[in-house]
């Protein structure tokens, strides 16, 4: 949305209705007297300078001085050395450039290809894959080295793309500050770089202009500026250069003598005093935050300071720092690798550690068994695809970690300005002077005059008005008539305009993409918007009066209110239209001291609801000089029509999302910069705040910063429960609260889209920012970005985030079996010795590594697809503290990895003690485990290499019915979606609803064949060869598994309810 470089409406930072009511003329209320700073200013005047020409080196050098905002224009000149007409000299600018450097924000320390690279390889399983890699390479087994690097390899180069072009989406950072501006040097007025300004400097600014530097506001008419995305100000700021605020501490939105860089003029015009520049401004402030260390201690020895970097630097590349999913999968990982290597000590005292190559490999190869070795990549090509899902929903994830972490989010802090709500102006309630009362409802786009639902009452005349201008009243007229024409804002979509009596009173417009555009001040657009649903838009009403502009009062920040004066056709009369907050209309309106109390009354109900309230009045006068040129004579003895509340209002979303997160046992808080009772307001609109509150927990569930700043972490920490709405906030109000959930043991979500969020979207432990009107900083600072700035789209990663978890747990749980069941087949096969008194492999190394990457990974990566379970989100969020790992988990793979690991030993004694060569008439060789059967084949090794066969061939198709058994838990394989399929052959469309891994089950299946009977690699690779008679053995140990994990599932259906997931309830914090 544009601005016009003309003046606007009046203003005000605050819904209530009363303004700076014990203000003097030109100094708002709060302030103090000039002449308070005297004492400050000559002490400050005193102060040694190092510089004889500069009246104050220190504070233009960097030095510390008091708040501009606490002193006086004057006062200011005096302190850095400058002349609000004049400026600086050049000399003196360019001295003060050399020494306190260029206007420049730092930007943050992104992430560089070799940093995005380090992410990938900065966990303990890749750690112990490389190791495992590295002693493959050392015994001179290229095979299995060459396939555990290239396992590594994949996963690095998934991780990798998918994070750097998350980042290559979220670039431009800092993209905030103005390329050039305009001051004043030697008296000159000079265009120069935004770089080149130093502390001292007189910048002039007009309508548009972004400001360079943190500025104290000297002189202007009518400025007021956009802080939305630093402060999280709904609404423009009115500036008053002649304010001096008592207070050192008031917050950033409140100091309305100061401008901020980075924030925008939305009106007027005026000229400041540069006080700070670069990472000195409060936007360099907040860079400075995100940049900094958190670790670091100035206190700490330069010793401990080197093994504090250390200990930070090893836990990174263990991957101990980061989501719980990553610590527990790490602490996972370092626990197989000591269980590693417990086994090959194991291996090497079966062997009286007489350790030869062989004893070597197969301590190496009880090893890898142990470690799931596809799982990191399974795991990130879940998530990589699960970021796409997410691409789709309008959320961009920069982190591949965010996306899991986001699942188990316990509070979402959320910013209120074009986060929840719609950060677009709409006349939301209309009052008349005849009580008849307009609200609009439901507007999907706020500068639509078709969008959204009006609806009117009217409590005395017991009939509503009509929408069009022929069926209104009118007074009512007359009170639209002043919204369009004493308004210089544009509102358009390109097409004719609509006949007056087409308008319907209940439309919602369905069109898919808006082409409305607005060009003005927001509360203008706003009001004219609300005229135009009656089909009296500025320019049809001019045309169809017959009317022309003969004077203009504009808006002005001491009287906060604006005038127009239009001609009356074929008469000499005129029409007077001004609209301004009630309490200075109420002196100029010409009515009883009844009626007077009435619109207070009414106007203090619409504040209370949250909205702005603007007095509508107009009169009728005998034309005359005095009423164009003379402001007096115009806004006098004026009829009251009614009152406007106007608001930003909540996405229509956002309701639906909220209370789809209290369902789902999360609690949502809102912290933003505007207004309390704004914030109240809308906070119990979308169901932040619920109806059922008393008025004792309402009084706690909301908060001032001001209050909870004041409190201590451990008065903090003693609140019952953390306030859900925060109003006035800070940047440090919102780490702060992210620090108190953290300290309650939570898992916290930070929305944001300003400047101002940046520093607690870092601290959260998932930051979310907003893509289409959120700062470069903050999208930097985020772990996702939500392309459409909707709060809804936050409620669908959750979503994601929680199915990705659930299916997290089937396929970890379906390695770790296949790891039990090999490390149990290995375990006890140490007892099978051949005529050299050596152990044989039940299965070669190569067979488990097939096993392992080949067959299990495609059947994870799979049940990685899985769709999200019906009650996902009806569910309160897993336990952060049990993680991954529930007690449910653990105890079903180590049963089924029991079951398979027993039978897999049964296939192989089973072939190798039983008479099965007589099928094949051969030498009877059963019983008999040969010679040198481990490392070439030879007559003697017949039957252990058919029985290294059947037992593959067993372990693969128990792992393809594994993958279809884990869908779920606890139900059964041919009964597990009984809502949707029943009868006898409901198996069949359980196992074909997710088409990825039937794809992998049956691929699985015929894969095998070749691998067991393909010439030449059967014997030399896989030390194994083809089988016949021995399928019956493989069957029976198939059906036998079914049996056993069916028999499973039943128990736990029947003694262990309600142990589906493991979690446990979440309560407010």
Same mark, same amino acid.
């Given at each position: 949305?544009?601005?016009?470089?003309?003046?606007?409406?009046?203003?005000?930072?605050?819904?209530?209705?009363?303004?700076?009511?014990?203000?003097?003329?030109?100094?708002?209320?709060?302030?103090?007297?000039?002449?308070?700073?005297?004492?400050?200013?000559?002490?400050?005047?005193?102060?040694?300078?190092?510089?004889?020409?500069?009246?104050s080196a220190f504070s233009a050098a960097g030095g510390s001085y008091p708040e501009p905002h606490k002193l006086a224009v004057e006062d200011l000149e005096i302190i850095f050395n400058t002349d609000v007409k004049n400026g600086l000299d050049d000399d003196e600018a360019a001295r003060r450039l050399q020494h306190g450097g260029p206007n420049k924000v730092e930007g943050a320390q992104g992430l560089s290809m070799w940093k995005i690279l380090l992410r990938q390889v900065s966990n303990s399983l890749t750690v112990v894959l490389i190791i495992v890699m590295a002693l493959s390479f050392a015994i001179n087994d290229y095979i299995e080295g060459g396939v555990i690097a290239a396992v590594i390899s994949l996963n690095i180069i998934v991780g990798f793309v998918q994070d750097y072009r998350a980042e290559q989406t979220i670039q431009s950072l800092y993209a905030l500050s103005a390329p050039t501006c305009k001051v004043i040097r030697s008296g000159q007025v000079t265009n120069i770089k935004a770089e080149a300004l130093v502390k001292g400097d007189i910048v002039l600014l007009n309508v548009g202009d972004i400001i360079p530097a943190d500025l104290r506001f000297v002189d202007g008419l009518n400025l007021s500026t956009d802080e939305a995305l630093l402060t999280g100000e709904s609404l423009p700021v009115s500036k008053h250069p002649k304010a001096i605020l008592d207070d050192a501490n008031v917050s950033l939105g409140d100091r309305v003598n100061m401008l901020y860089s980075a924030s925008s003029v939305a009106r007027g015009r005026g000229k400041g005093i540069t006080?700070?520049?670069?990472?000195?401004?409060?936007?360099?402030?907040?860079?400075?935050?995100?940049?900094?260390?958190?670790?670091?201690?100035?206190?700490?020895?330069?010793?401990?300071?080197?093994?504090?970097?250390?200990?930070?630097?090893?836990?990174?590349?263990?991957?101990?720092?980061?989501?719980?999913?990553?610590?527990?999968?790490?602490?996972?990982?370092?626990?197989?690798?000591?269980?590693?290597?417990?086994?090959?000590?194991?291996?090497?005292?079966?062997?009286?550690?007489?350790?030869?190559?062989?004893?070597?490999?197969?301590?190496?190869?009880?090893?890898?068994?142990?470690?799931?070795?596809?799982?990191?990549?399974?795991?990130?090509?879940?998530?990589?695809?699960?970021?796409?899902?997410?691409?789709?929903?309008?959320?961009?994830?920069?982190?591949?970690?965010?996306?899991?972490?986001?699942?188990?989010?316990?509070?979402?802090?959320?910013?209120?300005?074009?986060?929840?709500?719609?950060?677009?102006?709409?006349?939301?309630?209309?009052?008349?002077?005849?009580?008849?009362?307009?609200?609009?409802?439901?507007?999907?786009?706020?500068?639509?005059?078709?969008?959204?639902?009006?609806?009117?009452?009217?409590?005395?005349?017991?009939?509503?008005?009509?929408?069009?201008?022929?069926?209104?009243?009118?007074?009512?007229?007359?009170?639209?008539?002043?919204?369009?024409?004493?308004?210089?804002?544009?509102?358009?979509?390109?097409?004719?305009?609509?006949?007056?009596?087409?308008?319907?009173?209940?439309?919602?417009?369905?069109?898919?993409?808006?082409?409305?555009?607005?060009?003005?001040?927001?509360?203008?657009?706003?009001?004219?918007?609300?005229?135009?649903?009656?089909?009296?838009?500025?320019?049809?009403?001019?045309?169809?009066?017959?009317?022309?502009?003969?004077?203009?009062?504009?808006?002005?920040? +001491?009287?906060?209110?604006?005038?127009?004066?239009?001609?009356?056709?074929?008469?000499? +009369?005129?029409?007077?239209?001004?609209?301004?907050?009630?309490?200075?209309?109420?002196?100029?309106?010409?009515?009883?001291?009844?009626?007077?109390?009435?619109?207070?009354?009414?106007?203090?109900?619409?504040?209370?609801?949250?909205?702005?309230?603007?007095?509508?009045?107009?009169?009728?006068?005998?034309?005359?000089?005095?009423?164009?040129?003379?402001?007096?004579?115009?806004?006098?003895?004026?009829?009251?029509?009614?009152?406007?509340?106007?608001?930003?209002?909540?996405?229509?979303?956002?309701?639906?999302?909220?209370?789809?997160?209290?369902?789902?046992?999360?609690?949502?808080?809102?912290?933003?910069?505007?207004?309390?009772?704004?914030?109240?307001?809308?906070?119990?609109?979308?169901?932040?705040?619920?109806?059922?509150?008393?008025?004792?927990?309402?009084?706690?569930?909301?908060?001032?910063?001001?209050?909870?700043?004041?409190?201590?972490?451990?008065?903090?920490?003693?609140?019952?429960?953390?306030?859900?709405?925060?109003?006035?906030?800070?940047?440090?109000?919102?780490?702060?609260?992210?620090?108190?959930?953290?300290?309650?043991?939570?898992?916290?979500?930070?929305?944001?889209?300003?400047?101002?969020?940046?520093?607690?979207?870092?601290?959260?432990?998932?930051?979310?920012?907003?893509?289409?009107?959120?700062?470069?900083?903050?999208?930097?600072?985020?772990?996702?970005?939500?392309?459409?700035?909707?709060?809804?789209?936050?409620?669908?990663?959750?979503?994601?985030?929680?199915?990705?978890?659930?299916?997290?747990?089937?396929?970890?749980?379906?390695?770790?079996?296949?790891?039990?069941?090999?490390?149990?087949?290995?375990?006890?096969?140490?007892?099978?010795?051949?005529?050299?008194?050596?152990?044989?492999?039940?299965?070669?190394?190569?067979?488990?590594?097939?096993?392992?990457?080949?067959?299990?990974?495609?059947?994870?990566?799979?049940?990685?697809?899985?769709?999200?379970?019906?009650?996902?989100?009806?569910?309160?969020?897993?336990?952060?503290?049990?993680?991954?790992?529930?007690?449910?988990?653990?105890?079903?793979?180590?049963?089924?990895?029991?079951?398979?690991?027993?039978?897999?030993?049964?296939?192989?004694?089973?072939?190798?003690?039983?008479?099965?060569?007589?099928?094949?008439?051969?030498?009877?060789?059963?019983?008999?485990?040969?010679?040198?059967?481990?490392?070439?084949?030879?007559?003697?090794?017949?039957?252990?290499?058919?029985?290294?066969?059947?037992?593959?061939?067993?372990?693969?198709?128990?792992?393809?019915?594994?993958?279809?058994?884990?869908?779920?838990?606890?139900?059964?394989?041919?009964?597990?979606?009984?809502?949707?399929?029943?009868?006898?052959?409901?198996?069949?469309?359980?196992?074909?609803?997710?088409?990825?891994?039937?794809?992998?089950?049956?691929?699985?299946?015929?894969?095998?064949?070749?691998?067991?009977?393909?010439?030449?690699?059967?014997?030399?690779?896989?030390?194994?060869?083809?089988?016949?008679?021995?399928?019956?053995?493989?069957?029976?140990?198939?059906?036998?598994?079914?049996?056993?994990?069916?028999?499973?599932?039943?128990?736990?259906?029947?003694?262990?309810?309600?142990?589906?997931?493991?979690?446990?309830?979440?309560?407010?914090?």
């Amino acid at each position: 949305m544009g601005i016009e470089d003309q003046p606007a409406v009046e203003e005000s930072t605050e819904p209530p209705i009363c303004g700076y009511v014990d203000a003097t003329p030109g100094t708002p209320s709060g302030f103090i007297n000039r002449t308070t700073t005297t004492n400050i200013v000559s002490t400050i005047a005193n102060f040694p300078s190092s510089h004889p020409d500069e009246g104050s080196a220190f504070s233009a050098a960097g030095g510390s001085y008091p708040e501009p905002h606490k002193l006086a224009v004057e006062d200011l000149e005096i302190i850095f050395n400058t002349d609000v007409k004049n400026g600086l000299d050049d000399d003196e600018a360019a001295r003060r450039l050399q020494h306190g450097g260029p206007n420049k924000v730092e930007g943050a320390q992104g992430l560089s290809m070799w940093k995005i690279l380090l992410r990938q390889v900065s966990n303990s399983l890749t750690v112990v894959l490389i190791i495992v890699m590295a002693l493959s390479f050392a015994i001179n087994d290229y095979i299995e080295g060459g396939v555990i690097a290239a396992v590594i390899s994949l996963n690095i180069i998934v991780g990798f793309v998918q994070d750097y072009r998350a980042e290559q989406t979220i670039q431009s950072l800092y993209a905030l500050s103005a390329p050039t501006c305009k001051v004043i040097r030697s008296g000159q007025v000079t265009n120069i770089k935004a770089e080149a300004l130093v502390k001292g400097d007189i910048v002039l600014l007009n309508v548009g202009d972004i400001i360079p530097a943190d500025l104290r506001f000297v002189d202007g008419l009518n400025l007021s500026t956009d802080e939305a995305l630093l402060t999280g100000e709904s609404l423009p700021v009115s500036k008053h250069p002649k304010a001096i605020l008592d207070d050192a501490n008031v917050s950033l939105g409140d100091r309305v003598n100061m401008l901020y860089s980075a924030s925008s003029v939305a009106r007027g015009r005026g000229k400041g005093i540069t006080v700070a520049t670069g990472m000195s401004t409060e936007v360099g402030k907040i860079a400075q935050l995100l940049r900094a260390n958190s670790g670091s201690d100035e206190n700490v020895s330069l010793l401990g300071a080197y093994w504090k970097r250390i200990k930070a630097s090893v836990r990174s590349i263990l991957g101990l720092d980061g989501t719980p999913l990553q610590i527990k999968l790490s602490k996972f990982a370092l626990i197989l690798f000591s269980l590693a290597v417990l086994l090959s000590l194991i291996v090497f005292s079966a062997s009286l550690w007489e350790i030869d190559d062989e004893v070597l490999i197969y301590g190496i190869c009880v090893g890898v068994a142990v470690i799931p070795e596809s799982l990191i990549a399974v795991l990130t090509i879940s998530m990589a695809v699960g970021t796409k899902a997410m691409a789709k929903g309008n959320v961009v994830v920069r982190k591949l970690s965010a996306l899991e972490a986001v699942g188990g989010v316990t509070n979402i802090c959320s910013d209120k300005t074009g986060t929840l709500t719609q950060g677009k102006m709409i006349t939301r309630k209309i009052w008349l002077r005849n009580e008849s009362m307009a609200t609009v409802e439901a507007c999907t786009d706020p500068f639509d005059p078709s969008s959204g639902i009006i609806t009117w009452s009217a409590q005395k005349s017991g009939s509503a008005d009509g929408l069009s201008i022929s069926r209104l009243r009118p007074s009512t007229r007359k009170f639209m008539e002043c919204l369009s024409l004493c308004n210089n804002s544009t509102v358009t979509d390109g097409k004719p305009a609509p006949d007056e009596d087409t308008a319907e009173t209940l439309t919602t417009s369905t069109a898919a993409i808006s082409s409305w555009t607005a060009v003005g001040e927001p509360t203008e657009i706003a009001l004219h918007v609300f005229a135009m649903r009656f089909g009296m838009s500025k320019e049809t009403v001019s045309q169809t009066n017959g009317v022309h502009l003969l004077a203009e009062h504009p808006f002005d920040s +001491s009287c906060k209110r604006m005038t127009v004066v239009y001609s009356t056709p074929d008469s000499g +009369s005129v029409d007077v239209y001004t609209k301004g907050a009630l309490e200075v209309m109420l002196p100029l309106l010409n009515t009883s001291d009844s009626t007077k109390a009435e619109f207070i009354a009414k106007a203090e109900l619409l504040a209370a609801e949250g909205l702005r309230v603007l007095c509508i009045a107009h009169k009728t006068a005998e034309d005359s000089t005095a009423l164009r040129d003379a402001r007096d004579a115009a806004e006098s003895d004026l009829t009251p029509l009614g009152l406007a509340g106007l608001y930003d209002p909540p996405r229509l979303e956002s309701a639906d999302a909220v209370k789809r997160c209290r369902i789902a046992g999360i609690s949502v808080h809102m912290l933003t910069g505007d207004h309390i009772k704004t914030a109240t307001a809308i906070a119990r609109e979308v169901g932040i705040l619920s109806s059922g509150l008393n008025a004792a927990e309402a009084a706690r569930a909301i908060m001032p910063a001001a209050s909870f700043d004041a409190m201590s972490d451990a008065q903090i920490d003693r609140l019952e429960k953390l306030p859900l709405v925060l109003a006035r906030c800070s940047p440090s109000t919102k780490v702060r609260m992210v620090e108190a959930i953290h300290r309650r043991g939570a898992f916290c979500v930070m929305t944001g889209d300003g400047v101002n969020d940046s520093p607690a979207l870092k601290k959260a432990d998932v930051g979310i920012a907003m893509g289409f009107n959120g700062s470069d900083v903050a999208k930097e600072a985020a772990d996702m970005v939500l392309t459409d700035d909707n709060f809804a789209s936050i409620v669908t990663a959750v979503e994601e985030g929680r199915r990705l978890f659930d299916n997290i747990q089937k396929f970890l749980l379906h390695l770790l079996v296949s790891n039990i069941a090999q490390v149990i087949l290995l375990l006890i096969g140490l007892a099978f010795k051949d005529e050299d008194n050596k152990s044989v492999f039940p299965l070669s190394p190569i067979e488990i590594l097939w096993a392992n990457l080949i067959t299990s990974s495609f059947l994870a990566l799979g049940l990685g697809f899985e769709e999200a379970q019906p009650d996902i989100m009806l569910r309160p969020p897993h336990d952060l503290r049990v993680g991954i790992f529930t007690k449910e988990i653990i105890i079903d793979k180590m049963a089924y990895g029991v079951f398979m690991g027993s039978l897999c030993i049964a296939a192989f004694t089973s072939v190798i003690y039983t008479s099965m060569e007589d099928v094949y008439e051969e030498p009877p060789w059963y019983g008999v485990l040969g010679s040198d059967c481990n490392a070439v084949y030879n007559e003697s090794c017949n039957s252990v290499y058919r029985a290294r066969a059947a037992t593959y061939a067993t372990l693969s198709f128990l792992l393809l019915f594994t993958a279809w058994e884990v869908k779920h838990f606890t139900r059964s394989l041919f009964n597990m979606y009984p809502e949707i399929y029943t009868g006898p052959f409901s198996v069949f469309r359980t196992v074909w609803k997710n088409k990825f891994l039937f794809g992998a089950v049956v691929a699985g299946f015929f894969i095998t064949f070749p691998v067991i009977y393909l010439p030449v690699i059967d014997r030399a690779v896989f030390k194994h060869q083809g089988i016949g008679i021995e399928w019956i053995v493989v069957a029976a140990c198939v059906i036998t598994y079914v049996a056993l994990v069916e028999l499973w599932k039943a128990g736990k259906r029947r003694f262990v309810k309600g142990a589906v997931y493991g979690q446990a309830a979440a309560g407010e914090v």
